[in-house]
């Protein structure tokens, strides 16, 4: 227990802002609208769709592209940039790729007042005009493999209502386009990739993920397959988290990329694309917030520790110079890639105040210091994930926070998988499957893969396949739909 009964002075006894007025479990949407507004990660922008990512949500963000941008590197992949504005001609070269998503592209027709002579496109996704230089760069098997990556920022019409980081009409992302002689070398990074993508939810964001190949259905139009990572929203509905495809010689065929090999034959490159968004904020924000707010895993979190002085005229100085000695000490401490990010709140609001408020802004640790501890050499530490506090000796405080950290990483962690976990349900057969998914269940079921089925499977359940896991047994089963024979299981879900 903390030793300061008392809440100290009481200036400023009028909140400057209310908390979450909605519980997460009883209206999921408006509690999400919320915390996003309040804890100040995002602000709404003059046009639909289009939303402020705010410093505290944005440094998130570099975290991921720090994180990202090490892994690939070491990998061999370089960044790169490529122009926002594709030339319509180009892009229609796409078309048979694209043709459900036509409805989605924003156009640039005018230059100031004068008409454009052919209307640019805002890149939904870069395949055409990075592809378009790939067939100029790619002449023999020497300039192979060719792996760039761009962050950058995607514009797609969207017509559904828009929702913070998980759909918007602009979104920032990074996208990979790698080239390769052969099949098996585009094969090998696409899984390479997807499991980055899993680390990235698992390690950084503490959050469990569904591993696995897309339907037929649910693949993108132009590979030959596409993998991807899949999770549950506590409101039962499932969300994508991001996706690698082997494309095979689909855009190499159509955009010439081609080389000469070893042996002067020409061959078309085997290729491979893959992106993560922004969305990722979204899916850990839905994931862990709770009823106080925000709840974001230390390895993401922009701040990891709120010093909160317990502040009495008497001994007010005091207290706050071992308040910023101890930030100080903090701020020296290696965490994982990173060092710690303490704050000292010496705001004059009053101290429960200033637990609400870093509660909502979602910082994994909180540090009590008052009078009465400080003659004791101590501190309290709180949790923001159970609310547990522990006394600490004011000289361990360094170490005893980076556990605390990790054990609150891994509690996040555990408790979203066995969420998850219990969500998932199997069966081998169709009424079975209506039930689980009216209860919101996430269910695997031996599916035949094919289209038609799962238009009719969606059409009278709602429901989608999210993706196959990847190790599985290959036992002849029949699906649990068409009765056809099967050898794959695929997890389907109401989704977003
Ligand atoms: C699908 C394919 C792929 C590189 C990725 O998934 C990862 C990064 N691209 C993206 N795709 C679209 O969503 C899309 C959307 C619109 Cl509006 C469009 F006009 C064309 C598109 N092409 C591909």
């Known amino acids: 227990m903390a030793d300061n009964s008392d809440d100290g002075n009481d200036r400023n006894d009028e909140p400057k802002d209310i908390g979450v007025t909605v519980k997460k479990s009883e209206d999921f949407s408006e509690w999400y609208q919320q915390i996003i507004l309040k804890s100040e990660m995002i602000e709404y922008g003059p046009v639909s769709g289009c939303m402020i990512i705010r410093p505290y949500a944005y440094s998130i963000w570099e975290k991921i592209q720090n994180f990202t941008n090490r892994e690939i590197k070491s990998m061999g992949i370089q960044n790169a940039y490529f122009p926002m504005l594709i030339p319509e001609s180009l892009f229609n070269k796409e078309k048979e790729h694209v043709k459900g998503f036509s409805p989605e592209v924003a156009w640039v027709t005018q230059g100031g007042n004068s008409e454009l002579p052919e209307r640019l496109a805002i890149r939904p996704t870069s395949e055409t005009i990075m592809y378009d230089s790939y067939s100029k760069w790619i002449r023999s098997w020497r300039d192979l493999p060719l792996r760039l990556n761009q962050w950058c920022n995607i514009v797609r019409w969207e017509f559904k209502h828009p929702i913070p980081f998980l759909r918007t009409r602009e979104f920032l992302w990074q996208e990979g386009h790698t080239a390769f002689a052969t099949k098996q070398e585009a094969e090998k990074e696409v899984f390479e990739i997807l499991d980055l ?22 693949k993108f139009a132009g590979a030959l397959y596409t993998t991807s990572v899949e999770t549950l929203f506590p409101n039962g509905k499932a969300i994508q988290g991001a996706t690698s495809h082997l494309l095979g010689q689909n855009f190499s065929k159509l955009f010439n990329i081609s080389f000469l090999d070893a042996e002067g034959n020409k061959q078309y490159v085997w290729q491979n694309s893959w992106g993560i968004t922004t969305r990722t904020i979204g899916i850990m924000i839905g994931v862990h917030g709770d009823d106080k707010g925000l709840l974001i895993p230390p390895r993401v979190a922009p701040i990891h520790i709120a010093i909160i002085p ?3 005229e008497d001994s007010m100085d005091k207290v706050l110079r071992k308040c ?49 501890d400080l003659e004791k050499h101590q501190a309290v530490l709180v949790r923001r994930d ?3 506090k522990t006394i600490v000796k004011i000289s361990e405080i360094n170490e005893i926070s980076k556990e605390l950290l990790d054990d609150i990483q891994k509690n996040l962690y555990e408790r979203s998988l066995k969420i998850l976990n219990d969500s998932i349900s199997k069966t081998d057969n169709l009424d079975d499957f209506k039930k689980l998914i009216e209860e919101k269940k996430t269910v695997l079921v031996p599916f035949c893969n094919n289209p038609e089925c799962e238009d009719n499977i969606k059409a009278m359940t709602g429901a989608k396949s999210l993706n196959s896991p990847l190790d599985q047994k290959n036992n002849e089963m029949k699906c649990f739909s068409c009765n056809a024979l099967t050898k794959t299981l695929f997890y389907f879900g109401r989704s977003y």
């Open 324 to 372: 910023f000695e101890i930030k100080e000490g903090l701020s020296k401490t290696r965490y994982h890639e990173d060092h710690l990010n303490a704050i000292v709140d010496d705001s004059d609001d009053r101290p429960g105040y200033k637990f609400n408020h870093w509660e909502l802004k979602g910082v994994p640790l909180r540090i009590e210091l008052g009078p009465k």
């Open 197 to 218: 993508y899993r680390r990235i939810f698992e390690d950084l964001y503490a959050v469990p993920m569904l591993t696995g190949i897309k339907s037929e259905n649910e």
């Open 386 to 388: 159970t609310g547990e």
């Open 310 to 312: 317990i502040l009495f």
